[in-house]
Every structure is written in structure tokens, then in C-alpha cells.
């Protein structure tokens, strides 16, 4: 079972189906619903996708797709389209166990960020910056 939720708490999801398309998106869409430089994505059954708290609030990001969010501390969260009826994309690093999923591939990455390429040769802390 993968389970997963929002920073708050408040929208808590779960499904027993089977994930697939496991990827990194570097599209611009994703970046800015993201705050992020890149967001990580699984999909799962659509079928299989039980909200088990809350309630995940949608916002139209295009003709084609809606994007799930949760209304109170704004965790991205769900990716629906309407022409792959069957399938719910879901944030990767919602996942209470990220670690689960890793990335197999990478999508858009005529739009990626340069830095991100060289991100892991920075110098690192393993907590806060002192
Ligand atoms: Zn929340
Ligand atoms: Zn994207």
C-alpha cells in the first residue's frame, strides 16, 4: 500500500494499485505548481486512488488537466488529465516513503533548470546551514 499526504496533514491519500511512469518532470507548469526546480511523479490506477482525509482542492492548469492541491497548507499533491481518464499522477515526494519510488526517467528536460544538473557537487550540510 503507498500512502502519502499534504505538509498539514489535512489531505491524506492512499492505493494499493500498482505505480508506474515513475519520472522526474522539468516543465515549467510543474516548476511553478511546484515551487520547485523540478517535480517528481509515479502514477497509479486511477480507480485505485482513495483519499482517505480530506479533501484535495483542483485547480484547471490547462484544457486538458486539473491539478490537486490541498486547500489549507497548498501541498501539490494529484495530476489528472482528461484524456488519460485511467490514470492519477501523483507528487512522488508526498509519499510518506519517497524512497519507495525512485525516478526512472526524466520528461521536458528541454525546459530543466542548468543548475540542477550540478545541484549534487554543492557544498552540503546535513541539517541547516550553521
Ligand atoms: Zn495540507
Ligand atoms: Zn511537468
Redesign the pocket.
Known amino acids: 500500500m503507498l500512502r502519502g499526504?499534504?505538509?498539514?496533514?489535512?489531505?491524506r491519500y492512499e492505493s494499493d494499485g500498482a505505480p508506474f511512469h515513475q519520472s522526474v518532470c522539468h516543465c515549467s507548469m510543474c516548476r511553478r505548481a511546484g515551487g520547485a526546480p523540478l517535480v517528481a511523479w509515479f502514477s497509479v490506477p486511477r480507480a485505485s486512488l482513495r483519499i482517505v482525509a480530506?479533501e484535495p482542492a483542483w485547480y484547471r492548469s490547462s484544457a486538458k488537466a486539473e491539478r490537486g492541491f490541498?486547500p489549507?497548507?497548498?501541498?501539490p499533491l494529484f495530476f489528472r488529465s482528461s484524456v488519460l481518464t485511467g490514470e492519477m499522477d501523483i507528487t512522488t515526494a508526498s509519499l510518506d516513503d519517497p524512497a519507495r519510488l525512485p525516478p526512472r526517467d526524466q520528461i521536458y528536460t528541454a525546459a530543466k533548470i542548468p543548475w540542477v544538473a550540478t545541484m549534487e557537487s554543492l557544498p552540503g550540510f546535513a541539517e541547516a546551514r550553521s
Open positions: 499526504g499534504c505538509l498539514c496533514g489535512a489531505v480530506g490541498c489549507t497548507c497548498g501541498s
